[in-house]
């Protein structure tokens, strides 16, 4: 019988993200209490990834990931961390506790159903992104979303033993080979978007995160994985050929449905657009 109850437990003490098993919730700090065992102890969670460990070479389908704390808020609110955008990256850094999987390594989709995960377990599910237009009036509303209402999207395409896909464009007639990208690739394009570029008897600002994007993501073309070569045919890629593409990628990608169901405060109109990730997700009172 205690082999059995110590069984049940431990089994208790797993929790897979997007489910509701959360009900004994301290109402204090929100915080399920059969993760608090000792006084001061940080409690800690095994959560599930979207990716399903495919894009791991250890396949590795979930993380142990601890509750924030007063230390993150150390993190959160580093003047020097804000300034150089690596805060996100920081706090998943902190706040994954298993070593064998770096969240620099971890495809886009796992890194943001962490940070939904510990958003609403350490701030409360709740989330006012700032002012959203509404497409029939057109005037502007402050909506609160539901972050127990964003689904994950868990991995249904399997990719080939590179962990990579196949694509045909449509426009160039041409297949091609990519990967989805991680935390690392991100910063890399957090960074090509600060890129200045001159133009004729004037300069101006380039956000080169698309091109950016497809040289870190397409690994081949017709067979061909000469960098140079792909760089050349990204940009001459024509705009349908790119929108067909992101829209398979976004469709195949694991991670969180951002899909929310929106109704303006102002006319009443519902409809359906994707939630926006803005700096108030970790920053509620934040007026940058």
């Known amino acids: 019988m205690e082999t059995n109850q110590e069984e049940k437990k431990q089994e208790d003490k797993r929790i897979v993200i997007g489910q509701n098993k959360t009900e004994h919730v301290d109402s204090t700090n929100s915080i399920p209490q059969q993760f608090i065992d000792d006084e001061f102890m940080v409690p800690t969670e095994e959560i599930d990834l979207p990716s399903k460990g495919a894009f791991y070479e250890n396949g590795k389908k979930a993380v142990k990931i601890k509750y924030l704390t007063a230390e993150e808020d150390d993190v959160l609110f580093s003047p020097e961390l804000i300034k150089s955008g690596r805060v996100l990256d920081a706090l998943l850094q902190v706040v994954v506790v298993d070593k064998d999987l770096s969240p620099d390594d971890m495809v886009v989709g796992d890194r943001n159903a962490i940070l939904i995960h510990i958003r609403k377990t350490g701030m ?36 080939d033993e590179r962990g990579e896909y196949d694509f045909f464009l449509p426009t160039m007639k041409k297949n091609i080979k990519f990967r989805m990208l991680n935390g690392r690739d991100e910063n890399r394009i957090s960074k090509a978007t600060q890129t200045t570029k001159k133009g004729t008897g004037s300069s101006f600002k380039v956000a080169k995160s698309v091109t950016e994007r497809y040289r870190l993501q397409i690994m081949e073309i017709e067979g061909s994985r000469d960098k140079l070569r792909i760089a050349q045919f990204i940009s001459a890629m024509p705009m349908r050929d790119s929108l067909v593409f992101r829209e398979y990628t976004k469709m195949i990608s694991p991670g969180i449905d951002l899909n929310y169901t929106f109704e303006c405060l102002n006319c009443g109109h519902v409809y359906e657009d994707d939630v926006p990730m803005t700096y108030k997700l970790f920053y509620p009172n934040a007026e940058l």
């Open 124 to 159: 409360g599910e709740n989330y006012k992104p700032g002012k959203v237009t509404c497409p029939s009036c057109g005037e502007q509303y402050e909506p609160v979303v539901d972050l127990n209402q964003l689904k994950l999207k868990y991995l249904e395409h399997m990719p």
